[in-house]
């Protein structure tokens, strides 16, 4: 089994920054690609950004320039720096993990989601 635990919403004014942080945990062999997705009310989920294994980084042209993923592999985390935030940055925000479990399984977790609210 293979668990991901994100930290780190919270409420934040317009043009201010949060970092968002998730960990995996569990029976893991190695990491694959990790990644955040958002979900605003009323919206579908939508990718914000992705980072391979090898560290090549994906972003929704929304946020590029703004918002910076990154990963630590010994450490099995994965984090988004988010700067400029916009009102229609609100979202519960999603960690997506693609791992190998330590019998070769491959597992695609997700996380319960982290609230991100930014006022104007």
């Known amino acids: 089994q293979v668990q991901v635990v994100e930290s780190g919403g919270g409420l934040v004014q317009a043009g201010g920054s949060l970092r968002l942080s998730c960990a995996a945990s569990?029976?893991?062999?190695?990491?694959?690609?990790m990644g955040w997705y958002r979900q605003a009310p009323g919206n579908q989920r939508e990718l914000v950004a992705t980072?391979?294994?090898?560290?090549?980084?994906n972003y929704a042209d929304s946020v590029k320039g703004r918002f910076t993923i990154s990963r630590d592999d010994t450490k099995n985390t994965v984090s988004l720096q988010m700067n400029s935030l916009k009102p229609e940055d609100t979202a519960v925000y999603y960690c997506?993990?693609?791992?190998?479990?330590?019998?070769?399984?491959?597992?695609?977790?997700w996380g319960q989601g982290t609230l991100v609210t930014v006022s104007s």
């Open positions: 997506k993990a693609d791992s190998l479990t330590k019998s070769f399984r491959h597992l695609e977790v």
């Open positions: 569990g029976s893991i062999f190695s990491m694959n690609a």
């Open positions: 980072i391979t294994s090898g560290g090549r980084t």
